[in-house]
């Protein structure tokens, strides 16, 4: 398997434009989770996924912020309009729940710059 | 939200040298993971302990869980230049998503 794949690595961008990462879970992991990682705030769960179903989007930052899994193998994260503080590093993490007790794999990330 | 955090170290040691780092959570957990990044890529998981164990050994790794004190150590033996990482204990408290501590950064000088 060829990991949790992420698109685009690097995304640079003016304020007030619209963002959409995606991301690709490892084949026959049923939870997927969105963090967020800046050196201020460390690493934030953002939103969580099981079976495709939002579970958990407590920590999405705002309305600006949305999330979709339309099938079991893509999601997107989608920024609207983008602002200079959303600029961080976006990682996608799948696991299989109930298997290894929720070892997560992580993505290499999407590098956000809003300028 | 509870998450695990990490006494806020940036260790500088030689090769050859063990490093050791802390993490601390404030309830009950089903089990503490710990992971290593290194510069420009995404987390990897290490080694898991259940709250159950007390101490685990994977390789050059041995991670131990005290769950009077709600800390855990991770010890990294015979470091290598390689081993140059930041790493983050996870928690785990059965609600199916991980908590994340700050991170330790870990820099192994050859």
């Known amino acids: 398997d060829a990991g949790v794949i992420q698109s685009p690595r690097h995304e640079v961008t003016e304020m007030g434009q619209e963002v959409t990462l995606r991301c690709k879970p490892i084949?026959?992991?049923?939870?997927l989770f969105w963090y967020r990682q800046t050196m201020m705030r460390g690493l934030e769960l953002l939103i969580y996924?099981?079976?495709?179903?939002?579970?958990?989007d407590s920590g999405m930052p705002e309305d600006r912020f949305s999330a979709k899994m339309p099938n079991a193998s893509f999601s997107t994260l989608k920024i609207q309009p983008s602002e200079p503080r959303d600029s961080a590093v976006y990682f996608c993490?799948?696991?299989?729940?109930?298997?290894?007790?929720?070892?997560?794999?992580f993505g290499a990330g999407s590098r956000l710059t809003v300028l | 939200s509870q998450q695990g955090e990490e006494d806020p170290q940036a260790l500088s040691i030689q090769e050859g040298e063990n490093a050791t780092m802390n993490c601390s959570y404030k309830?009950?957990?089903?089990?503490l993971q710990w992971y290593r990044q290194n510069s420009g890529r995404g987390l990897v998981h290490l080694i898991l302990?259940?709250?159950?164990?007390r101490e685990k050994h994977s390789g050059r790794l041995r991670v131990t869980l005290d769950t009077s004190k709600k800390s855990s150590s991770l010890l990294i033996t015979a470091s290598r230049a390689a081993d140059t990482a930041s790493y983050f204990c996870?928690?785990?408290?059965?609600?199916?998503?991980?908590?994340f501590g700050k991170g330790n950064q870990v820099v192994v000088i050859p």
């Open positions: 993490a799948s696991s299989r729940t109930g298997w290894e007790a929720n070892v997560l794999t």
């Open positions: 084949s026959g992991h049923n939870s």
């Open positions: 996924f099981n079976n495709n179903v939002p579970i958990d």
């Open positions: 309830t009950s957990i089903n089990n």
């Open positions: 302990i259940r709250s159950n164990e």
């Open positions: 996870a928690t785990d408290y059965g609600n199916n998503r991980l908590a």
